[in-house]
């Protein structure tokens, strides 16, 4: 099976894809292009996914950079492949030829570019990192690079939508005691239960960070068990592992 490649006109020309699970080696819960090294997957079936991502993107894999990400507000600003994956959740370059991958299965895959200055960024940015401000120090790193904020374009790829992320009281408390305005990212579900709006709070953060252009791809990880991996879902199903997504950029 191909793979199967989820693009957006506003990162054009920088080559770019918001995988989805076909097209992969992996099997039974994995079924498909799973990424996930950290998942109990077969190891020799990951390493083919990701040499298929390469390949796709024009690349070998050691030009292939992810990184062990941890829910932070850690950015990586890379201009080799590194030793090792580096400890952070944004990865941005200047240099050509390296591709930026982040894993997501539920939370936002976020792409940034400033084609102009040659600037691009990778985010893996989940409920907290997003609180925590990954997104607005990716900003900055890319700033210190020469890129400018009025011409950044960023895509926030396949997420869970709201409609399936049920959150609890303490949740909504968190982003109460950031900014009461985050009221407006929850609705009312059953119960005490509310349901989070992860790509529209995304949104937010980005244009009040004064990028030049925020879009979503209006995909639902958690809907679409064909297309997309998700944690979530998996745990409904009880499952007990689940694949992981990536999206990439490259210069």
């Known amino acids: 099976m191909t793979l199967e490649i989820l693009t957006s006109d506003s990162l054009s020309p920088l080559r770019h894809g918001f995988f989805t699970r076909k097209g992969g080696a992996?099997?039974?819960i994995f079924a498909g292009l799973n990424c996930g090294g950290g998942s109990s997957?077969?190891?020799q079936a990951v390493e083919i996914n990701r040499a298929r991502v390469a390949e796709a993107m024009g690349l070998t894999p050691d030009r292939l950079i992810s990184?062990?990400?941890?829910?932070?507000?850690?950015?990586?600003t890379l201009d080799a492949p590194p030793a090792e994956p580096p400890a952070a959740d944004a990865m941005v370059t200047a240099t050509p030829g390296l591709a930026l991958g982040v894993l997501t299965a539920d939370c936002q895959p976020v792409l940034m570019a400033d084609p102009e200055a040659g600037v691009i960024a990778a985010v893996h940015a989940g409920?907290?990192?997003a609180l925590d401000g990954v997104l607005d120090a990716a900003l900055e790193a890319m700033e210190r690079l020469g890129a400018e904020r009025a011409r950044i374009?960023?895509?926030?790829?396949?997420?869970?939508?709201?409609?399936a992320?049920?959150?609890g009281p303490e949740f909504f408390d968190d982003f109460m005691a950031d900014d009461t305005g985050?009221?407006?990212?929850?609705a009312n579900g059953e119960g005490d239960r509310l349901l989070f709006d992860l790509p529209g709070y995304g949104l937010h953060r980005l244009r009040a960070a004064g990028v030049g252009h925020a879009e979503w791809t209006r995909h639902c990880t958690y809907a679409q068990p064909d297309l997309f991996f998700s944690y979530r879902r998996t745990v409904h199903e009880g499952q007990a592992d689940y694949g992981r997504l990536i999206s990439v950029i490259r210069l």
């Open 41 to 43: 997957d077969q190891n």
């Open 127 to 129: 409920w907290r990192g």
């Open 165 to 167: 992320y049920e959150v």
């Open 153 to 163: 374009r960023a895509v926030i790829g396949p997420t869970i939508s709201q409609r």
């Open 182 to 186: 985050n009221a407006r990212f929850f």
């Open 26 to 28: 992996s099997s039974g």
């Open 67 to 76: 990184a062990r990400q941890a829910h932070t507000a850690e950015v990586a």
